[in-house]
């Protein structure tokens, strides 16, 4: 292989090509060699940069210089000055900038990004923009450098643990899963993201969906894996399309299929899309509907690595696990693993959710405290409200109150303190949010998504549902605490799978954190944050209504009356606590009590 | 196969690897308690009653999925395990109608036995249960989900014993629920009506139409026996109190058929509405009238001894009464045979077991119908299928076993199925009496192949054993014979040859009333399939055991007890 | 090939038909292919009826009952046709916090419609999402495939209000 310091792409989409970029091609070509360059620079096509209006256009690697509108009197100049001389043109550079990944935004104070490194930089669309960005090489590594021990090795020197929730050691999945006897082997990744709140594998497969595939080939060929499965969620339909997009052009581009870069290594890869249930992110569950069949999780051991797919041996990991292997192999496990804290390596990926100023994606190395998070990273609590809780793990995770805020964010703190990492949906909760309801929410998305296998799960769940419902609609009884707490210890021993063993914890947190709001409902009938429909009432403040009628005129069950500039009042016989009439009152009138 | 050794409850075990902790755990006589297990099927995991703790596993296990391990420390009864089981139990409990004194399997149900196991006195959880529509569509089998407890053994039965895959689950937690198809009753589903579910469903959810209500476990007698209704041989464990047969069992790993069984063996014959002849008739003045044994054979044995006799026998009766026919033919110096058409050969290859067919890489079919024929047969194959052995048809008719097959042809393509199966280690060749001799030599090729001939009707290779060969051509239609002795057992069979009946002498030896049976001069009343004692020969060529499971009625004797009387006559 | 068993052909010779053979043969009509191509019958058709499960599980043997299993175990699919506008809240974590059960009761009040159904003259299905992956815009709600942010009970009502009006 020659190497080039510098790589042109020209661009050759019909409208460049319209307006002269073929010649435009020979012609820095000829120009290069006439100045000696032509061992230095390779002139290359690519069919899109994104300034095709004033083309034709070239992307120089890897400095990301990009010129456009150029003609071929402008050639002996740029060749002389920027490739020659180093002095970047300036009349000659394109105005076009990448649309910047309007999710993700630029980076945030203390955030380190890592897995979203291409995020909104690259085109997901076009590999080049991924090889340009070192893209594939650490495959390239890999399979010209390294044996599939020392790819694992360097896995497990970086400490790089299990990003779907768990957090188990990368290396050592794939060391169980290379030592397993059976062939074929398979690579699945988990892109089943369906912890509510939760969106960064989402991110990722859409803005750098080469990242996850190169992972996937690395951790086939260090497995001695022959095929594998990208299992996406339904629900993301353009993380789907991207991703079939990007393995049409690495199989183009010989990266997937027969003897890749020109190795007796061969490896394919294909999309299952997921049909909306939260289950199927528990591993066993997944393979289950990649094989077509209902997502039923199935009792481990034996351990996917051992009996997967098809009853082979099969290595299963979530989309940010991938998706950072190629830097480590590339940087090195050193590098990684200076990230982080002693047990948790390197950065994570975060939904920032709920009530803080800076919703969105985050990428902070581990060690970070909530509290940088929250008031740092994220802004602070929205309105100046007063902090309640952080929700973290998704709905097998738990709720930390403030005093947890300055625990340090790792698999193990966030375990001790009774929550989970999961795989990175974090909620922020204001001093609006009451907590038995949202453990009553959680508890219904449970019961919703409960694939109905065991029954401690499949019925447990449900009288614990049923006996927050009772304390949300006042009707609370005294032994009401005792029974949740039975329930939940017994429902997380004995259930089947991860997600009816975690199916209690937003009860058990918020029990232990929040007890004093259970009591408030229980024994004095009473919703502190006024949340509980049961428990709260809907009034006007004669002082403030103005008799605008908007409230009345929004009500669904026509529950307020009144004269027009008089103060309205609500029927409490009729109102259904819906809250329509506080939403749209522009005087501030309607109380809650 | 290695040796495992590990500890249960502080005893040490040897196991072999592979094994679960159950069946290690069994083996050693320790007691597991389990639910949705069934050793019959694959394992599920979901009802929780065999955890255990395992040393170093951060959950209980399920003893019944769990591999063993070498120094594996399991404990199967600790304070943690009994309240999870406990607290599944209550669980269950709580889902559903589960009011034992209304229920028909009360007693002998699963569900009941381990919640007095662990002393479930009283509802822990309130039971908002919704009733759901009892399902009644089928002839044999009553869907009651009202106490289903979602253990999946009867769709795992379906699936794997059966591979009918007619039973699946819709929706999914707690409104999970099993059903037929596509949600169809089970009366107008693709049902066989095999009856596995009925045998594997732990508590009274699937409930036998006949037998509900009739006797608890301790109050039945269960009597092993081989069921005649086809060439199978299957063994059936045949449940009765007193003198009513309650209901029909497959006999777990039992030569044929493994303990599968199908709707001809399993409840056909408890739903018999023949009209049963318990005492002979002769014809007087043009009509069947009673009469007694020793007048009826007094008869007989003139009409034998004067006539030019022809004798036929069907296979629906036991080798002794085949043997005991023959002789008597011969002693009468008459023309014997029976009514099953001649079982063509295929000139080549070894004989085969029907449990072979689970043990091949190549099943080829040829001019049989065995889902029509020998069910059990059909299933077997068709699991076969499931598991991936590639299947071939060769002039067999529409009706089932094309879904499974990778290939269906008429005869005159049977080569290409040899060239197909030609890389198949051990091909096995099933076939009966549509196999053309064109077809027999496309697949010489295939000299290594083992084969399954299906005899056709029932005990034609007993028949065949007494020296009863198939009748046919001109003996049928001549009317040179003027007596014609029938041996039917319980009725001629489908498939069977029928001679030219006018101005001839008709006896016939038959257990109920048919149209042949009017026909006849003499009738002699014959035991039906639970009355007999001796043997059949199943279509593997083996001498399979019949055991009287009721008495006979008075008034009707064992064929060859009645021949044998009619031998010292001659 | 001599093949006397024929495949079997699709409920109608509807051209949509042809997308869901396309789907089976892209993964080899292989019965694993089930999930992928009920996607592709439920894009082309709306909902999964009788006859399109029964000839996709003949297409792929695959029983029925595995079939119907299926197709119920999974929320995105529908058995029912929906409505002639769809209404999509997403009950996130995220939303919910931000008043999605709000919402969903107002709809309830208004229309009689609970989430899954439709209704009763056919104008608006109502369904819900688990995370749309929008929480930053929550509450969320999908108008006709058209993400709306900062939704609330009055603002849904109004967008619903504007489809009865049409």
Known sequence: MRYYRSHVMVCTSPQCVDKGARTLMKRLQEELAAQGLADEVAVLETPHIGDCANGPEIMVYPDRVHYAGLTLEDLPSLVEEYFKKGRVVTRLLSQFRPPVDKELGPPKPKEVRVVLRNCGKIDPENIEDYIAEDGYQALAKVLTEMTPEQVIEEILASGLRGRGGAGFPTGRKWQFCRAAAGSPKYVVCNADEGDPGAFMNRRVLEGDPHSVIEGMIIAAYAIGASYGYIYCRAEYPIAVRTLREAIRQAREYGFLGQNILGTDFSFDLEVRMGAGAFVCGEETALMASIEGKRGHPRTRPPFPAVSGLWGKPTNINNVESYAVVPQIILKGSAWYASMGTATSKGTKTFALAGDVNNTGLIEVPFGITMREIIYDVGGGIKGGKGFKAVQTGGPMGGCLPAAYLDVPVDYESLTSAGSIMGSGGMVVMDEETCMVDIARFFMEFIQDESCGKCIPCRVGTRHLLEILERICAGLGKPDDIEELEHLSSLIRRSSLCGLGQGAPNPVVTTLRHFRSEYEAHIYDKRCPAKVCRALIRYEIDPAFCTGCTLCARNCPVNAISGERRQPHTINQELCTRCGICKQVCKFDAVTVS | ?570 | ?166
């Open chain 2, 1 to 570: 196969m290695s040796e495992v050794h590990l500890t249960i409850n502080g005893l040490q075990v040897t196991a072999q690897s592979g094994q679960t902790i159950l069946e290690a755990a069994r083996a050693a006589g320790i007691d597991i308690p389990t639910l949705c297990h069934h050793p019959m099927l694959s394992n599920h995991g979901a009802c929780r009653m065999c955890l255990v703790e395992v040393k170093g596993m951060r959950t209980l296990q399920t003893a019944c999925t769990c591999p063993v391990a070498e120094g594996m420390e399991v404990q199967t009864e600790t304070d943690e395990i009994n309240e999870c089981r406990k607290f599944s139990l209550e669980l269950l409990f709580s889902e559903r109608n589960h009011y034992c004194m209304f229920c028909q399997v009360s007693g002998d149900c699963e569900l009941q036995a381990l919640a007095y196991r662990y002393g479930l006195d009283h509802w822990r959880y309130p039971r908002p249960y919704e009733k759901m529509a009892v399902d009644a569509s089928d002839p044999y089998i009553i869907m009651e989900p009202n106490r289903c407890i979602l253990c999946t053994r009867c769709i795992r039965a379906c699936a794997e014993i059966v591979a009918n895959h007619t039973l699946g689950l819709r929706e999914r937690g707690s409104a999970t629920m099993v059903m037929a198809d596509l949600d169809v009753p089970l009366g107008q589903s693709s049902c066989v009506e095999c009856g596995v579910c009925l045998q594997v469903c732990p508590t009274g959810a699937l409930i036998d139409a006949r037998s509900a209500y009739g006797g608890h476990a301790e109050e039945v007698t269960h009597t092993q026996t081989t069921c005649m209704q086809c060439s199978v041989g299957c063994q059936l464990d045949v449940i009765s109190r007193s003198t009513r047969i309650l209901r029909i069992h497959g006999v777990w790993n039992t030569e044929p058929g493994g303990g599968l069984l199908c709707v001809d063996g399993r409840f056909r014959p408890l739903y018999e509405t023949r009209e049963r002849i318990a005492q002979p008739l002769v014809r007087d003045h043009g009509k069947l009238v009673p009469a007694g044994w020793t007048e009826a054979l007094a008869i007989v044995a003139k009409k034998l001894k004067s006539g030019r006799v022809l004798g036929l026998a069907s296979g629906a009766t036991s080798n002794e009464a085949l043997v005991a026919f023959a002789g008597l033919m011969a002693q009468v110096g008459g023309k014997a045979g029976q009514t099953m058409p001649a079982l063509p050969t295929l000139g080549f290859g070894q004989p085969a077991a029907v449990q072979d067919i689970l043990a091949t890489d190549y099943i080829i079919v040829a001019g049989a119908n065995p889902l029509v024929y020998q069910k059990v047969v059909g299933y077997l194959i068709r699991r076969a299928a499931d598991r991936g052995t590639p299947v071939a048809l060769i002039d067999v008719p529409r009706g089932g076993l094309e879904a499974s097959a990778v290939l269906s042809v008429s005869g005159q393509y049977a080569a290409t199925v040899t060239e197909q199966a030609a890389q198949a280690q051990a091909p096995l060749i099933i076939y009966s009496v549509g196999l053309k001799p064109g077809v027999a030599r496309a697949l010489k090729p295939l000299a290594h192949a083992r084969w399954l001939a299906l005899a056709p009707g029932r005990n034609s290779l007993g028949a065949r054993a007494a020296g009863l060969a198939p009748l046919e051509g001109h003996d049928l239609t001549s009317s040179r014979f003027d007596v014609l002795f029938f041996l039917l057992g319980e009725g001629s069979e489908e498939g069977g040859v029928m001679p030219r009946l006018d101005g001839a002498f008709k006896i016939v030896q038959t257990a109920y009333r048919s149209p042949l049976a009017e026909e006849a001069d003499v009738v002699l009343p014959a035991p039906i399939w639970a009355e007999r004692s001796g043997h059949v020969t199943n279509l593997e060529g083996k001498t399979l055991p019949l055991n009287p499971v009721v008495p006979m009625p008075d008034g009707v004797r064992d064929e060859a007890e009645v021949l044998d009387t009619l031998r010292t006559m001659m």
């Open chain 3, 1 to 166: 090939m001599p093949l006397d068993f024929t495949k079997p052909t699709p409920p109608s010779d509807d051209k949509r038909w042809k997308l869901v053979q396309a789907t089976m043969r892209r993964w080899g009509n292989h019965h694993d292919a089930l999930i992928e191509t009920l996607h592709t019958v439920q894009e082309s058709f709306g909902y999964l009826d009788n006859d399109a499960l029964t000839y996709v599980a003949a297409a792929l043997r695959v029983p029925l009952s595995r079939a119907y299993g299926v197709a119920t175990f999974y929320h995105f699919f529908r058995l029912k046709p929906a409505g002639k506008h769809t209404c999509v809240v997403c009950t996130g974590t995220a939303c919910y916090i931000k008043g999605a059960d709000q919402i969903l009761e107002s709809i309830r009040q208004a229309y009689d419609v609970k989430p899954g159904e439709t209704t009763a003259d056919g104008q608006i299905s109502v369904l819900t999402a688990r995370c749309l992956g929008a929480c930053g815009l929550a509450a969320a709600v999908v108008y006709d495939g058209e993400v709306a942010g900062k939704q609330d009970a009055a603002s849904t009502l109004e967008r619903l209000g504007k489809w009865v009006e049409q």
